[in-house]
């Protein structure tokens, strides 16, 4: 079982419109509204594809009750914990013609004593699971150290620890020894302060994460240890909406780390200094790579974050195992 937390979780709603156009009245083609928050996304990739998930979130108001019964209804495994303040909205535009648009909202303010439960609930849930995610941003003004706990917690029981996260929040989980920390390269720079990929990746190396990966969109996505770099190429030619192709890609990781290193030992062991160290094969970790590079070019094909062409998946997987090469 994998335990994602989602410290932000949100009422995602995409709007489709014939073309998007700042300062102009539009007339919306199609409303969707969907449970979201990065790791919900990345919770229901990992359910799409079979495996078991129970995703840990601080949820408020009608809204937070909304999300929770959506995800239940869904099939999702909830541990919800009550927060005062309401969970946030965020409103997608997208079109056939450009990026798409995201206006997110901050989240609720959160007190010590909420987040003091939502550990005790990432707590409980990982008793009985294989991997901990934590996937997204913090709601504004949280202190970035509520996440040490979850990732510190994990490592310590052995299990794998996936940590998407940005800014200082990013640096606070590979300092509690995540086994890998999974940036997009704006993210990676901007938390670290480094001038390229690599020495940003190194930063966190440094801090104490076990491997860094690193997606670039197009750009393929790439995975760095202390003394090795191994890349991956994008899929090319997929068109259609990337939101939430970054989560997939998370997705796509974890459940190939979790099942190619299930006879191998823990995934996460630590050195007598507290370290995280992951010694992966270099072809475990660069089937891994694809895997992840697979899913979020599925995820491209479906109208909405959270959800992935399985087909396409399969397809994709084959494609980069006959051309991708390490780098």
Partial sequence: ??????????????????????????RVLDVVRRPGGKGVNVARVLAAAGAATTSVLPLGGTSGAWVDTALRQGGLTTAAVPVTGDTRTTVTVVDDLAHPTMYGEPGPVVSADEWTAVTDA????????????????????????VVRPWVRGAVDAGLLVVADLSGPALLEAAAAGATVCKPNREELLD????????????DLLARGAGLVVVSAGSAGITAHTRDAVVTVPAVPDVHGNPTGAGDAATAGLVLALTTLTTTSGPTNPTTPTGRATTDLAPDVLRRSLVSAAAYGAAAVLRPVAGEVDLDAVDRFTTQLDRTGSPT
């Avoid at 937390?5 to 709603?13: E, G, K, Q, R, Y």
Wanted: aromatic content about 2%.
């Fill in 122 to 145: 990432v707590r409980t849930a990982q008793r009985h699971a294989s991997a901990l995610v934590v996937s997204g941003s913090l709601p504004r003004g949280t202190d970035p150290g």
């Fill in 1 to 26: 079982m994998i335990v994602v937390v989602t410290p932000n979780p949100a009422v995602d709603v995409t709007y489709r419109v014939a073309e998007q156009v700042v300062g102009v009245t539009q």
């Fill in 191 to 202: 938390a670290t302060g480094a001038p390229d990929e690599r020495s940003g990746a190194l």
